[in-house]
């Protein structure tokens, strides 16, 4: 089946530094990607929508320029969390979608856990 | 636009007793209804999903749902609850298409005792 990874599973990094979370569709070409945000015991909420070629559509709310996300080839999609704060600190999840309109099916990586200190 | 709603936040069955999940949609246009599954630092498994066809629609690990247009609803039943089923469990829709974004109900947790 499709599989979706993510690099790195979890990260700490300093107030300040900006962390790269990348996405991989392995098996299976992706043009168009999603990332989400998990916040503990609650549910996914959709950052942004990318697709491959060009720029992400991001969701009312959230800061383009902070949470830059680039999707350069139909398989790699990545998400840059710039001058992070402790706010940012969640569960970030990616998907890809695949499948024509009837089976058409978003595949989830396994998520990265950041801890911004 | 689109919305769902999990009635019950929490969920507790014992083990070997029937499971039922319920998740309503509001949707403009047809909806692709979806249930996730998400072990604990875990990303999302597909269960299940309806499209077109058939309403009663079996997934994996023994489960199934029911896509019910005139009651707006798709809730999850899995006839004998496993220790392993203990999770959370997240009910989506989608207008469908590669492109089409999902929307995530506020989920629910499943508890087995045994």
């Known amino acids: 089946g499709a599989v979706v990874s993510q690099h790195p599973s979890w990260v700490i990094c300093k107030s300040g530094t900006s962390v790269k979370i990348e996405c991989r569709s392995l098996?299976?070409?992706?043009?168009?990607m999603f990332w989400y945000r998990q916040f503990p015991k609650q549910s996914l909420m959709l950052m942004a929508t990318s697709n491959e070629g060009s720029k992400a559509t991001y969701e009312q709310g959230v800061e383009k320029d902070k949470f830059l996300i680039n999707h350069a080839s139909l398989t790699l999609s990545t998400l840059t969390v710039t001058s992070a704060h402790p706010e940012d600190s969640s569960f970030y999840i990616c998907s890809a979608g695949a499948g024509g309109l009837a089976n058409y099916e978003q595949y989830f990586g396994p998520g990265t856990r950041l801890t911004v200190t | 636009a689109q919305s769902v709603t999990q009635l019950g936040s929490h969920v507790s069955v014992s083990e070997g007793a029937l499971v039922l999940l319920r998740c309503n949609y509001s949707?403009?246009?047809?909806?692709?209804l979806f249930w996730y599954v998400q072990y604990p630092n875990q990303g999302l498994q597909l269960l299940l999903k309806y499209t077109t066809g058939a309403t009663l629609v079996k997934g994996i690990n023994g489960f199934e749902a029911e896509f019910k247009k005139s009651e707006t609803s798709f809730h999850l039943t899995k006839p004998s609850a496993h220790m392993s089923d203990a999770a959370e469990y997240f009910c989506?829709?989608?207008?469908?298409?590669?492109?089409?974004?999902?929307?995530f109900g506020t989920g629910t947790l499943l508890a087995v005792q045994p």
């Open positions: 989506a829709v989608s207008g469908g298409g590669a492109t089409n974004k999902l929307i």
């Open positions: 949707s403009s246009v047809p909806p692709y």
């Open positions: 098996d299976f070409q992706a043009t168009t």
